[in-house]
């Protein structure tokens, strides 16, 4: 119980933090749930692809939310999840508007189980329009830059398995992330994305 409530309350500092637009600590968040939010993803989606977009927009909608958590009234890592799995629920929807035939029953019964809301044509315009303009951004950092967090955010891969696939220094890595996830918080600011998605 007590490495319990030390963690809980460690995740909430590590969010306040985050609220205040500390790069490392969404960093630590994501070092410490990325590989169980992806394991959700591919649990529910059946598709690696799939569960690496999730993973990369889950972080980035807790960067943008992260002022949103209500301290003591839940705990981080259960709100982080609600995130993903409404993510995944939102790409079943994707799927089953698709004319496609459902994957199996599983899937189509995940699918008819969820209330439908978030799933009209304006809200798919508009996020369709804002991943554009998240990707627009990301080819603008430094190269160096943007392959380090696309290992991270696309790949799923932690800090130091990027460290080794790339040959270098830990320390290194952690410093283009953090500069990287900078450059992409003030281009993205400058499209006005992030605001508008508060309550959505």
């Not at 993973?55 to 943008?64: A, G, M």
């Not at 040959?167 to 953090?178: A, D, H, L, Q």
């Amino acid at each position: 119980m007590p490495a319990a409530d030390s963690s809980a309350l460690d995740d909430e500092v590590l969010i306040t933090r985050v609220a205040d637009r500390d790069s490392s600590a969404l960093e630590q968040l994501y070092d410490r749930y990325a590989r169980i939010v992806y394991a959700t993803a591919i649990r529910m989606l059946g598709n690696a692809e799939l569960a690496e977009d999730i993973v990369q927009e889950t972080f980035w909608r807790v960067w943008r939310r992260s002022a949103s958590f209500a301290i003591g009234r839940g705990q981080v890592a259960g709100w982080i999840f609600g995130i993903a799995h409404n993510l995944c629920i939102d790409e079943l929807r994707r799927q089953r508007s698709r004319p496609t035939t459902a994957q199996n029953e599983h899937e189509e019964q995940a699918m008819l189980d969820q209330p439908d809301a978030q799933s009209d044509v304006v809200s798919a315009a508009i996020e369709r329009e804002r991943r554009r303009i998240i990707l627009q951004a990301l080819a603008q950092i430094p190269p160096e830059q943007r392959e380090v967090l696309e290992l991270a955010y696309f790949r799923g891969l932690s800090q130091s398995e990027i460290a080794q696939r790339l040959n270098s220094p830990i320390g290194t890595v952690k410093t283009r992330t953090r500069l990287a996830l900078q450059k992409m918080r003030d281009l993205l600011h400058n499209q006005k994305i992030g605001a508008d998605d508060l309550h959505d």
